[in-house]
């Protein structure tokens, strides 16, 4: 099994910068994918960002705003987020893909104000 934890989400006004974090722990597969979806009210949960040992793949909506990046020791993927829009506020949730299973986390709230 794998736990991951959120952190970092919060109020923000449009324009700012909110980086979140996720570590993961437990049974830890060096080969695997993490990644950044939300959820926004009503709507479906959409992917954001994801991050493999060879590269990284973004929505169009946040391309040019947002970073995903990893650190490997800590087992620990972030998302940086600059540029906030008000369509930005949502539940983000990370997400890890090894050999075994498919994990997420609990979800951490950002929200945009205009």
């Known amino acids: 099994q794998v736990q991951l934890v959120e952190s970092g989400g919060g109020l923000v006004q449009a324009g700012g910068s909110l980086r979140l974090s996720c570590a993961a722990s437990g049974t830890i597969s060096s080969i695997n994918v993490m990644g950044w979806y939300r959820q926004a009210p009503g709507k479906q949960r959409e992917l954001v960002a994801v991050i493999t040992n060879g590269g990284t793949n973004y929505a169009d909506s946040v391309k040019g705003r947002f970073t995903i990046s990893r650190d490997n020791a800590k087992n620990t993927v972030y998302l940086q987020m600059n540029s906030l829009k008000p369509e930005d506020t949502a539940v983000y949730y990370c997400?890890?893909?090894?050999?075994?299973?498919?994990?997420w986390g609990k979800g951490t709230l950002v929200t945009v104000s205009s």
């Open positions: 997400n890890r893909k090894q050999l075994g299973g498919d994990y």
